[in-house]
């Protein structure tokens, strides 16, 4: 598999280099060039040309990328060239604010399940999202297909989640909850902590500052 | 300056060294090998080197790295040795999420107001946190000495936001509009984008299956 070459930094930029050409093919943009990719997203041309390399030879001297072609190549190594079904655990704020989360459905994501143990909240439908009672989260995903669920419950429910999620047919987690998930078996996990958006945010402001 | 040497994917993994130096020093750890670090947290043991030789020579050998030193480090580095205070803009799902949320203020980062349009929402406290008029936006980010701006508001406000941040004494926003944002003059600005650690999630769940 040519992905597995793909740097880690590179796939983070892939992200951003699918949601530019989204937006280039929405306004019939055809080609583009490395230089042009380059200066609208605030990095190198050679890297960006050393990025797209790993999706095959698509440039062409005098016309550069095909933009539709690059889109739906980083779309398959991505994985979103498909929807996938998500549920959230924990619908407090922000498992309320994720389910609702505008940029979710446009790029192939759809909320389609939430839960919790608290009787309040249990039986609500947010933007029709039904809330279940955790204790049929093992019914619920394999009744409603769920792909992947994104964690918001405190620290302290996170591994008795993790134990019920094993053999219930997730492939993926996002964890919200604050405290390090390694990789279960069978399911791939990222971490989310949202200190460390402000953190590297100080990183720049302290060193534009000196 | 030699931090602006440091590339970014080593300033990334420097918050997640700092959260494990963290750790560390809580249990009373006051020294640790490379390799214990590459283990604990899926790294490379030759990258951890690399990525830790950017802070000076602190590794002594037989003994490993000295942790409270390089913790001390990577702090002033990171620009969270001291204490930033926040302020949320946009008080939605979102908005109240960040502002209550439990991981900011163990790492340095203080919210301390909140701004709406909204007068459902606009006088109400939240966990100690006023909630003011965007009306007031300048008045407030002086008295209250806001450092950084969390935005959370519809798209459509966002440029309307930026402009009335400038010259306004705020040093850094943190993005959650959903639209990208450059670097304005004297403002440093990291955008989040929640659909990315899906995308970067689903790249991790495909590989596995492939």
Chains 1, 2 share one sequence.
Request: hydrophobic share 40%; charged share 25%.
């Amino acid at each position: 598999m040519p992905n597995r070459k793909i740097p880690a930094p590179t796939v983070n930029r892939l992200s951003l280099y699918l949601k530019y050409f989204s937006e280039l093919t929405s306004q019939g943009v055809e080609y583009i060039s490395s230089g042009q990719v380059a200066e609208k997203m605030g990095l190198n041309p050679a890297q960006v040309r050393k990025d797209l390399a790993y999706f095959g030879k698509f440039g062409r001297r005098g016309f550069g990328y095909g933009v539709e072609q690059l889109k739906q190549e980083i779309s398959k190594i991505l994985g979103t060239h498909r929807q996938w079904r998500l549920a959230v655990i924990g619908t407090g704020n922000l498992g309320r604010a994720l389910l609702m989360y505008q940029g979710f459905l446009s790029r192939g994501f759809k909320p389609v399940a939430g839960f919790d143990v608290d009787p309040d909240k249990v039986g609500w439908e947010l933007d029709g999202v039904h809330i279940y009672h955790f204790d049929e989260l093992e019914k619920v995903i394999k009744s409603q297909k769920i792909d992947i669920v994104i964690i918001t419950t405190p620290k302290a429910s996170l591994d008795g989640v993790m134990e019920r999620l094993k053999g219930s047919g997730v492939k993926g987690v996002l964890n919200f909850a604050g405290k390090h998930l390694l990789e279960a078996e069978g399911i791939a996990v990222r971490n989310v902590d949202l200190a460390i958006e402000l953190e590297q945010l100080t990183f720049s402001m302290t060193n534009k500052e000196s």
